[in-house]
């Protein structure tokens, strides 16, 4: 078994840790830009390949840890940012960002891999409604997340182009979020074509797509800079579940399957927020963390949940969920972290569970630690019918599935999966 811990930062710092957090080793990253490194992420069930994109204009790879790098996009410029690197399984990665034209005039990119990263191209972010037209004539996408080679989400600050049956919302640079169901060949505007809000760069910093089985639609959570939104219809429309204290912003979004998730707050109400509801209510579990908490990231150990997060320079550690933490490494020279990637190679065993009466209703159990659940034998039982009830709150009660004499599910399939857990289930 190998558990491997990334981050990165400014000064292209590189760090990586064999031990989950005990030692840390500075890994020389290529080219030895002076730029910052915004991303860093493994790739799924393969804890020694890593990705990192940042503002030097390029994607860089690593095999071995990051003792060596290759470059796996076009050689761009200083001119382009990457904000963000998603590999979504062992074949395809995706990546956001910018391209800084001129000082005042900036436009959103999209790059994706479909040979494991070796290369990425550029796709134009094309409008689903108007085939073949830009949807932006200026902006910024600073974050994404697939979890299908095909179902995507990415939030975007900036400007639509004039297009038909589009709103005109003015000058100001507002906030987006942009599905799709092709993989990043065309983008739906949600929220009916409207910006998700109209507060002047209010920029966002994490999203997040699932599946929410039981009534066949998508779930999207976004945690910008000065909002917090949620939407249960596919992003037809959103609510925003919390609102940040004066003086605070949102920060990182994490989550380890569908649920728990996490996102930080910096500012003068720092703090580290946790939802088991899939993003529908939210608690502090941990305040006054510092001023800014740009990176984290939680996983599920071979027996706890543990998980990273940086305080200004500084990386922390907490073994329960992020309540409590200790240190971890400090950056020299005080260069603030950016991003923090856990991976593993232990393989998780997924089941998709379907009512025998309504098909409609799906569930998605996932094994983290051993071949059976509370004493039930999932593999052996592929294709049979089970009495059970999905426990959606793993903290009222840490069995997965019970007893109830009543509802009847079929065992659809199993899966393997990583980091992510099972959401590739639903279309496999």
């Known amino acids: 078994m190998a558990i491997v811990t990334y981050y990165c930062g400014e000064d292209a710092l590189v760090k990586v840790s064999t031990d989950e957090g005990l030692t840390w080793i500075t890994r020389n990253y290529s080219p030895g830009s002076p730029g910052i490194l915004y991303d860093i992420m493994a790739w799924p069930l393969q804890p020694d390949k890593v990705t990192t994109v940042g503002n030097v204009g390029l994607i860089q790879m690593s095999t071995d840890q990051g003792v060596s790098w290759n470059n796996a996009s076009p050689v761009l410029g200083s001119n382009v940012t990457f904000e963000e690197v998603w590999n979504i399984d062992s074949t395809y990665s995706v990546v956001c960002g910018t391209n800084n034209v001129t000082p005042l005039f900036y436009t959103p990119v999209f790059y994706k891999s479909i040979d494991a990263g070796v290369s990425y191209t550029s796709l134009p972010i094309r409008d689903a409604a108007n085939p073949g037209t830009d949807l932006f004539k200026t902006g910024k996408a600073m974050t994404i997340h697939f979890m299908t080679p095909l179902v995507g989400v990415m939030g975007i600050i900036g400007n639509l182009n004039t297009l038909p049956g589009y709103p005109v919302v003015g000058s100001n640079e507002v906030l987006y979020v942009l599905l799709t169901l092709d993989g990043g060949v065309t983008w739906e505007v949600t929220n009916n074509k409207f910006p998700i809000d109209l507060t002047d760069l209010n920029n966002p910093w994490g999203i997040k797509i699932s599946y929410d089985a039981p009534s066949t639609e998508y779930i999207i959570n976004l945690v910008a800079e000065k909002t ?24 990182h979004l994490t989550w380890i399957g569908d649920t728990p998730l996490w996102y930080t707050r910096s500012g003068t109400g720092s703090s580290m927020q946790q939802s088991l509801t899939v993003g529908a209510g939210w608690n502090t579990i941990q305040a006054s963390l510092g001023s800014i908490s740009r990176a984290a990231h939680f996983y599920q150990g071979p027996v706890i949940i543990t998980g990273f997060y940086s305080i200004d320079s500084r990386l922390l550690k907490t073994i329960d969920e992020g309540a409590s933490s200790s240190p971890s490494d400090i950056t020299p020279a005080q260069q603030l972290i950016w991003a923090v990637w856990t991976e593993q190679d232990i393989p998780f065993k997924c089941y998709l569970l379907q009512d025998c009466q309504d098909p409609t209703r799906q569930f998605i159990f996932t094994d983290q630690i051993s071949g059976t659940a509370c004493g039930f034998d999932f593999a052996s039982n592929i294709g049979n019918t089970v009495v059970i009830q999905y426990i959606l709150d793993p903290a009222s009660n840490p069995c997965p599935v019970v007893a109830d004499g009543v509802t009847c599910w079929l065992i659809v399939q199993e899966a393997t999966c990583g980091t992510e857990f099972c959401n590739q289930i639903i279309t496999s």
């Open 228 to 251: 917090l939104h949620r939407s249960i219809d596919s992003g037809v429309t959103y609510s925003s579940p919390e609102f940040y204290p004066t003086g605070t912003a949102g920060r």
